[in-house]
């Protein structure tokens, strides 16, 4: 805990502690004839890779009937790096089409999701997984997530670093009970009630307050949202060696509508280590989070609050006593680039790799795009490696010119289109699912983006600007899962139909945005920005994106001074005039 004075800890920290190492009932639950879990063993679910949900559509009216909720589960597989081969893919491919509806999801975080999931095949979807040498183990829960890393499969010092370093953080970070193979695995159970102290040395009985991610990345490449996580390690080269990691601390993009002392946060510089100190990093920053970070309220136990409430200062101290291994000061950069890795580039040794947009993550076939089938095809056949972007899209490895041609062929048979096809600012949109199976979600995402998509390609195309890089994101709650708050333009719902839009961010994902309105239907979003995209069409600087231009006419003093009174500017008097 912090060394404020506290209240005592939260439910879900009683749970924690009482749960015998995330044990709880779910041996007998699973065994038994429920449709679902009891309430106390929805927090341990998480740890062990899966959320219990139940379909939102039909919720009000099984209420109406008297009836239990449509209980369903969504399964996420931890893949640090993203990185996965054929077979593992096919794997997945195939449980999607016998538990999950025939769907499969690329997440924002280079992992895949099942949804839909019934508690009847529950066990048989995570050992299938397991089976396919995959985990579910940590992909959620308060522990380390899935460690993220640029996924380009490039054969250079750099990029393998990145895998090295990614997945060498998912195993070290990795919770230790034992109970994860009991369940799920029918691992050999303990003879006694209890389980050994020694179960979880790093962990301990209550894990960590809140959930913790990092990520791996580039100082030219910021293809991961390096800026958005509790840590960010910004690989750093002298000529072609690997000088080492500038290690960024503290961000993150849930917030809570109405609260306003709960924020976005983008992360911030704590210092430069060597590159045989990443991971030990990473261990030490956990470890401070672990044991002061808030327990007694969630909505404030992420470590971008514990940062807030000491300083940076405090923290980097904190670090320093603990470290066994030299804290140097941070080296400064320029700022970031970012690149999606989509269409057809060159991976070194006569080989090519192929990026393929995925849209919205969603993996299925449509009436539009048999993208399943597509994927399944292209995968049997070529049996390339696989590699899951930041951005919901798949990248295919280890390929030939005539091999490209081919894949090409098939996207083109099942009504898919290549990047090249695809307008710009489609490339580098996201969303989450939302409803109808996120128990958090407020609005819809998934289900409406692309529509709204459409709506601002042709505001763009008018306005002369389809070529220009930008990056919008919807979200179906405040909790940030798409990453909107970084984003050019960011769609955060509020309630049915109605969204907060934020502008500001940017491509590089190194600045948070401003809430430009508050509750715009849905309809109404792409009207009320485009007299902002019209002010970028005619006077934006070569190159400079709509998040850029927006800060820059922000900062204009002929802007703020047009204001009459002396009354501090706020985005309700300054819209109009931007």
């Given amino acids: 805990m912090s060394d404020s004075p506290q209240e005592k800890e939260s439910k879900v920290e009683a749970v924690k502690r009482a749960s015998r190492h995330l044990r709880g009932t779910i041996a007998e639950t699973l065994a038994s004839d429920a449709t679902h879990f009891a309430k106390q063993d929805e927090p341990l679910l998480k740890f062990h890779g899966t959320y219990q949900q139940d379909d939102r559509d039909v919720r009000h009216e099984r209420r109406k009937q008297k009836l239990e909720e449509a209980y369903q589960f969504m399964v996420r597989v931890a893949i640090p790096g993203g990185v996965l081969d054929a077979d593992q893919y096919l794997a997945l491919d195939a449980l999607a089409e016998r538990y999950g509806g025939g769907s499969l999801r690329a997440t924002t975080r280079q992992g895949f999701q099942f949804h839909g999931i019934l508690k009847k095949n529950l066990k048989a979807t995570i050992k299938g997984i397991n089976d396919a040498l995959l985990t579910t183990i940590a992909a959620c829960g308060d522990v380390e997530r899935n460690v993220m890393a640029c996924p380009a499969p490039l054969p250079d010092a750099a990029h393998e670093t990145l895998r090295r370093v990614s997945r060498e953080i998912a195993v070290a970070l990795r919770p230790s009970t034992r109970a994860y193979h009991e369940i799920w695995l029918n691992g050999e159970k ?207 490895t280890d390929l030939s010119e005539t091999q490209i041609a081919d894949i090409e062929s098939i996207l083109h048979a099942n009504g898919m289109k290549t990047a090249g096809e695809l307008p710009l600012a489609r490339l580098d949109s996201m969303a989450c699912p939302a409803l109808p199976t996120c128990g958090l979600a407020m609005a819809d995402s998934e289900r409406v983006m692309p529509g709204v998509m459409s709506q601002f390609e042709e505001a763009l195309a008018e306005l002369g600007l389809e070529g220009e890089p930008i990056t919008i994101r919807m979200t179906g709650c405040p909790n940030g899962c798409a990453r909107p708050y970084s984003a050019d333009i960011g769609l955060v719902g509020r309630r049915p139909g109605l969204y907060h839009v934020y502008v500001g961010g940017s491509l590089s994902g190194d600045r948070l945005s401003d809430l430009y309105a508050a509750d715009v239907e849905m309809d109404g979003i792409v009207p009320l920005v485009r007299p902002l995209l019209q002010s970028w069409a005619k006077r934006r600087s070569a190159g400079e994106g709509l998040g850029d231009f927006y800060q820059r006419l922000l900062q204009r003093r002929d802007i703020r001074t047009t204001l009459t009174g002396g009354e501090e500017p706020t985005m309700e008097t300054l819209r109009p005039l931007l």
Avoid at 229 to 257: E, I, K
Avoid at 304 to 325: D, H, P, Q, T
Avoid at 358 to 364: A, E, F, K, M, W
Wanted: aromatic share 10%; charged share 25%; with cysteine.
């Fill in 190 to 396: 303990h003879l006694t009630s209890e389980p050994s102290a020694d179960e979880e040395p790093f962990y301990g009985e209550t894990y960590l307050p809140r959930k913790f991610k990092t990520g791996v990345g580039l100082a030219d490449d910021n293809c991961v949202d390096i800026y958005s996580y509790d840590v960010g390690h910004v690989l750093l080269l002298d000529g072609s060696r690997v000088r080492g990691f500038n290690v960024l601390v503290g961000g993150g993009m849930g917030m809570t509508h109405g609260k306003a002392d709960t924020f976005a946060q983008i992360a911030q510089p704590l210092g430069f280590v060597g590159p045989e100190h990443a991971v030990e990093a990473t261990r030490v920053i956990a470890a401070i989070f672990r044991d002061h970070g808030n327990r007694a309220d969630r909505r404030h136990a992420r470590l971008k609050y514990l940062i807030a409430e000491w300083g940076m200062e405090r923290f980097r101290e904190e670090f320093r006593k603990r470290a066994s291994f030299p804290l140097e000061p941070w080296v400064e950069i320029p700022r970031p680039g970012f690149h999606n890795h989509l269409g057809r580039h060159e991976q070194g040794g006569g080989k090519l790799f192929y990026g393929i947009y995925i849209d919205n993550g969603r993996i299925r076939d449509f009436d539009h795009a048999r993208i399943k089938t597509a994927l399944r095809e292209i995968v049997s056949r070529h049996k390339p490696g696989l590699r899951v972007t930041a951005e919901q899209n798949i990248l295919l």
